[in-house]
């Protein structure tokens, strides 16, 4: 066996195992964070990390051109689709009120949805 080929499958490997537990660390960020912003940060971010590292480890494995297409299509597919998700996620969230907005640090949206009107109150 090559030592290249040795090396690029070694890599692979530690790719892989790095892209799982990063998603394991965002499956507890879910289950151990109080609330939905939280979780759904929790829910994205390590996620899409991982996934395109686990898929990067196994792109260095396989290296044939059908895989690297496909795998390249399953992290385009990735990055599009699992931020947005947890975007819709959070912003259902504050539209219903799940979101404790004294904890907010910055409330852009508040402006958005209420026309700019401020109720009376403490400036």
């Known amino acids: 066996m090559n030592v290249w080929l040795q090396i690029l499958d070694t890599a692979g490997a530690l790719l892989v195992l790095l892209g799982?537990?990063?998603c394991?660390?965002?499956?507890?960020?879910?289950?151990?964070l109080p609330d939905v912003l939280s979780r759904s940060h929790a829910a994205t971010k390590p996620q899409t990390l991982g996934i395109l590292l686990v898929l990067a480890g196994v792109a260095l494995r396989l290296r044939s051109g059908m895989d690297l297409a496909t795998l390249s299509l399953i992290g385009f597919f990735q990055m599009l689709t699992g931020p947005v998700a947890s975007h819709l996620v959070a912003r259902s969230a504050y539209r219903t009120g799940q979101v404790q907005h004294e904890e907010?640090?910055?409330?852009?949206?508040?402006?958005q949805l209420t026309d700019g009107k401020q109720p009376p109150g403490p400036a």
Request: proline fraction near 0%; avoid cysteine.
């Open 20 to 22: 799982a537990a990063i």
């Open 24 to 32: 394991l660390l965002g499956v507890i960020g879910m289950l151990r």
């Open 104 to 111: 907010l640090l910055f409330d852009e949206l508040d402006e």
